[in-house]
């Protein structure tokens, strides 16, 4: 009984310590501050959310092999919102999760030869290999999109809009969720739909 009882024990405290980095990774909410993060550009240089204080933030997780990714690349989409929303002051930054061995990982050359390639216009792509920025964020799709108010706190996360599929003839036809929020936050007005379901690949940690 006693050896049975030292298992149940031994269970409970092992369960604990698995739970508890859960705790540390929960979910970021809307309305409170973003999770801070420091991760490297495709040029070496490291970002942290600090850096922009004062300034909106809009985060892209991506992955140019996936075809939902492709959908808004392919059609100048993403792109067209890149250079919308940073002409108007925004920063964005496009964030790679792959990790190394798994589909969308790339090297930094890669990566800035894809923006080349694409005509794309954040203002800078960071390569997040460990995957700690996405766990996060609990960013779970390519794409999954955050706007970040000038206070650092987290205004918008969820889908880039509201049609989840992977035909660029769709776009004209659905809610721009991003760019509603991203618009809103600049202007200094509440987002309308804070919270949406993203939709894409599962980011391959």
């Known amino acids: ?10 269970t409970a405290t092992l369960l604990l310590a698995a739970a508890l980095p ?12 973003a999770p801070d993060f ?10 942290s959310l600090a850096d ?4 909106t933030v809009i985060l892209e997780w991506t992955n ?3 075809p939902f990714v492709v959908k808004h690349y392919g059609s ?26 798994k589909q969308g990982h790339v090297s930094a050359q890669d990566a800035d030869r894809l ?5 794309a216009a ?3 792509v960071l390569l997040d290999e460990s995957g700690d920025m996405g766990r996060a964020y609990d960013a779970r799709t390519t794409p999954h999109m955050y706007v970040i108010d000038s206070d650092g706190v987290l205004r918008y996360m969820g889908g880039i809009d509201s049609n989840p599929s992977a035909d660029p003839a769709d776009i004209p036809g659905a809610t721009p969720f991003l760019a509603d929020a991203a618009s809103a936050v600049l202007d200094g007005q509440d987002v309308t739909r804070a919270v949406t379901r993203p939709y894409g690949c599962t980011i391959k940690y």
């Open 1 to 10: 009984m006693k050896r049975f009882s030292r298992i149940l024990n031994g």
């Open 22 to 33: 859960l705790t540390a990774l929960a979910a970021p909410k809307v309305g409170e501050p």
């Open 38 to 47: 420091s991760v490297a550009d495709t040029a070496g240089a490291t970002h």
């Open 52 to 55: 922009f204080a004062g300034q």
């Open 64 to 66: 140019h092999e996936c």
């Open 76 to 101: 100048d989409n993403m792109q067209t919102l890149q250079r919308r929303y940073t002409e108007a002051g925004a920063v964005w930054l496009t964030v790679i999760s792959s990790a190394p061995g």
């Open 115 to 119: 923006t080349a390639e694409r005509q």
């Open 122 to 124: 954040p203002t800078a």
